[in-house]
């Protein structure tokens, strides 16, 4: 039997048909380049974890939740009238690249060009990915409680901003 053979094989392939409502939420993760556990850093991470929290990252979409792993990050993103997913995670992994290579004082992509996303289809969905999601550190073993780790957030928690992501 012949091998398939798929003429538009890659990540543009991947992206060509998709299609994002906007008013929906989509579970994305991103890995960094290679791999590299660039987040483990607590300076650097805390610099690019409080990218986040810039509107002008998000515009009129919604960040529900985060979490920055070392070698990954995980958001649930509510996508708005005027804008698209891909233009979002545009925003959200540039704004977090720059802020981390800025206090490293290095140059250079920090994340893969691909990322994957899941279409979450009703609350129940949206409720489960963040449970998924804000519990992925203590999946990973790098804490024993959600609450130890600094580096996530969700809209449901209420104002974290003293003290969370390296917040003075």
Known sequence: MPPL????????ALRRHRVHLPGHAYLVTATTLARQP?????????AAARRHLDPDVC????????????DHGHWLVQVGDG??????MNRIKSATARAYNEQR???G????????????RDDDAVRGA???????????????RVGD?????????GDRSEGAVGAP
């Open 130 to 144: 963040a449970r998924y999601l804000v519990a992925n550190p203590v999946r990973a073993g790098l804490v024993k």
């Open 59 to 70: 515009r009129d979409s919604r960040l529900l939740a985060w979490v920055l792993m070392p």
């Open 109 to 120: 992509a920090l994340w893969a060009r691909a990322y994957h996303e899941r279409l979450l």
């Open 5 to 12: 053979v798929f003429p538009h094989a890659g990540h543009a």
């Open 38 to 46: 660039f987040f483990s850093e607590f300076t650097p991470t805390c």
């Open 83 to 88: 804008d698209h997913l891909a233009s979002i």
């Open 105 to 107: 004082k290095r140059t």
């Open 149 to 157: 780790y600094p580096f996530w957030d969700a809209v449901w928690i």
